[in-house]
């Protein structure tokens, strides 16, 4: 990739003391930047073929017979600034910058090797040592928990923004990894602008760490307005032309009665002081407002069976009275000792129902280079009804409408720069 505009910087810091320059060479294929509300870390990867003739920052070109072989192992600091055509920038330096997670080596020769080397974060790194683990005791706000491992087990000097959450929990680290701690408090989290729901992910992007609720995201304004047609021009009122996508069908009636994403659960609890045994259904029903959804209407499955109306999976749970009270000494944990310091008549099944309801209806598309688009965004999308003719393109007002980015993977090579987004929805029909 001898020439492309999109990469401004790219040096890799090798252990061994050389800062080698892959810019400019014709030595690095393909890279690719993937962001995901479902992982923990920035990733990025690319494929780099070594014939001994690369730049050093620092002084004038290596030579081949000065240095045997690249010098890249793992844990090399990686320096990578991009800007896409709208002049938006991706610096990953500094707080922001990457590390050498992985090297294979796909072919090599007396003339070449090939090396696939795969990218992330520090903190990714630093969530595996003893210094970070969580040890300590928490309680208050869930949404207060998540930021002190962050800062204060973690250390991380990356920007957090997290969705006030209503509930409290008191709970205690057992050696746990800063991204797993946070990880299992997710769908424990209730947001406080949405007291009646729960539901949490917690994701890292660009931008920093996120722990943000479900129904929040979904009721956020639309970042782009794209539109998928065939025009050489991009009609009014659009920001971004779609070049392609594909529409993944995930509406199982089976698995969504397993899961009771469109039906009623029962939940059965046991309270192990008052030995007292109850049981009780929740509609999923009660998760749709529509401010807090992505469409106007709850698919409707089964529905000359009366499905929605019916039980379709059960809920155990046996409450945690007298586990971890709050209190700093025994006099004050005593005074709730027999409380349940967590609801799991509200929250457990709504935030179980709630992570398998944002992902019944998903798309993959393909969009030129835009770098300010991240997990977590909120576009809308307008695609076309399908027709005979390919001229007057109507848009389907059942797929069309708002839509939550979970993945996003920026491509670029020698000739292109694209940018691939996986996106989901809760409901149909466009608002």
Do not use: W
Request: aromatic content about 10%; some cysteine.
């Amino acid at each position: 990739m001898s020439n492309n505009n999109n990469i401004e910087t790219f040096a890799i810091y090798s252990n061994y003391g050389k800062t080698i320059n892959l810019l400019g060479l014709g030595s690095l294929n393909e890279l690719i930047i993937y962001q995901s509300m479902l992982d923990d870390t920035i990733r990025a990867s690319f494929k780099i073929n070594d014939t001994g003739n690369r730049d050093d920052l620092s002084s004038s070109a290596v030579n081949i017979e000065e240095e045997d072989d690249l010098k890249i192992t793992s844990g090399e600091k990686v320096e990578l600034v991009l800007v896409d055509d709208r002049k938006n920038k991706l610096e990953f330096i500094g707080e922001k910058e990457f590390m050498v997670e992985q090297v294979d080596s796909s072919g090599s020769n007396t003339m070449s090797e090939t090396f696939e080397i795969h990218l992330c974060t520090p903190d990714y790194i630093k969530n595996s040592l003893e210094s970070s683990f969580v040890i300590k005791r928490y309680e208050g706000k869930i949404s207060d928990t998540v930021t002190a491992v962050l800062k204060e087990d973690l250390k991380t000097s990356k920007d957090i923004e997290v969705d006030t959450t209503v509930n409290c929990l008191p709970i205690l680290g057992k050696s746990d990894k800063p991204f797993d701690f946070c990880t299992l408090l997710a769908p424990k989290s209730v947001p406080e602008k949405f007291p009646q729901l729960a539901g949490y992910f917690f994701y890292d992007t660009y931008n920093g760490y996120k722990f943000k609720s479900i129904d929040v995201l979904f009721s956020q304004s639309p970042k782009r307005k794209m539109i998928y047609t065939n025009s050489s021009t991009l009609p009014a009122g659009y920001t971004t032309k779609i070049t392609n996508f594909h529409f993944e069908n995930s509406m199982n009636v089976v698995k969504n009665l397993k899961t009771s994403t469109l039906s009623q659960s029962k939940l059965k609890t046991f309270n192990n002081y008052t030995n007292e045994y109850i049981s009780d259904l929740y509609d999923s029903s009660d998760t749709f407002l529509e401010i807090n959804n992505a469409g106007k209407e709850k698919p409707l499955v089964g529905a000359y069976l009366n499905l929605e109306k019916e039980s379709s999976s059960i809920f155990n749970q046996i409450h945690n009275t007298g586990v971890l009270p709050p209190g700093s000494d025994l006099a004050e944990q005593l005074k709730t000792c027999k409380e349940s310091t967590f609801n799991c008549n509200e929250i457990v099944r709504r935030s179980i129902i709630r992570y398998n309801q944002t992902f019944l209806l998903k798309a993959r598309l393909v969009i030129q280079g835009d770098f300010d688009i991240y997990p977590g965004d909120i576009i809308e999308c307008s695609f076309p009804e399908i027709s005979p003719k390919d001229l007057n393109l109507k848009v389907s007002k059942k797929k069309s409408g708002n839509y939550l980015v979970v993945d996003v993977a920026h491509l670029i090579n020698a000739e292109h720069c694209y940018t691939r987004l996986n996106i989901v929805r809760d409901t149909i029909m466009q608002k």
